[in-house]
């Protein structure tokens, strides 16, 4: 794995996630896992298998967040100098000309991104298209519905 674009945001929520993981929820599945050892036979004790498996997905979690950390490359926006590009990070204000509406979107690595909040990865293809650009350029992107071409309207790098 190489190295993963996030933003500083990003970062600090994996590293919240991580400490909850580490703090809140592995000592709680342990707790969880020596209170069914008690129950006796394990073989067919639920409540063990249960927190077994927590324990598992908790783990497996862990080492997830803590490799995406580890190659990833955070990168504030807004220590660079806004020379009007649309980069990682940006915020970017585009007009659909097709159906001809503004919106505001923000772009940012795949594990932040949620179009509900206007957050698009870096690696969707409007994000891939707009890459580059700068103020008053158009980009013409493919979506499943076929292409469509955004016009830049404003760069920010908040």
Known sequence: MSNIPMTVAGAESLQAELKRLKSEDRPR?????ADARE??????NAEYHAAREQQSFCEGRIQEIESKLS????IDVTKIQNNGKVIFGATVTVFNTASEEEVT????????????????????????????????????VN??????????VKVEYL
């Open 29 to 33: 599945i342990i707790q969880a896992i």
């Open 39 to 44: 129950h006796g036979d394990l073989k067919e």
């Open 71 to 74: 190659n990833a490359q955070v």
């Open 105 to 140: 979107y923000r772009i940012v690595g795949d594990d932040e991104a949620d179009i509900k909040k206007n957050l698009i990865s870096v690696n969707s293809p409007l994000a891939r298209g707009l890459i580059g650009k700068e103020v008053d350029d158009s980009a013409l």
């Open 143 to 152: 979506t499943p519905g076929g292409e469509v071409e955004y016009e830049v």
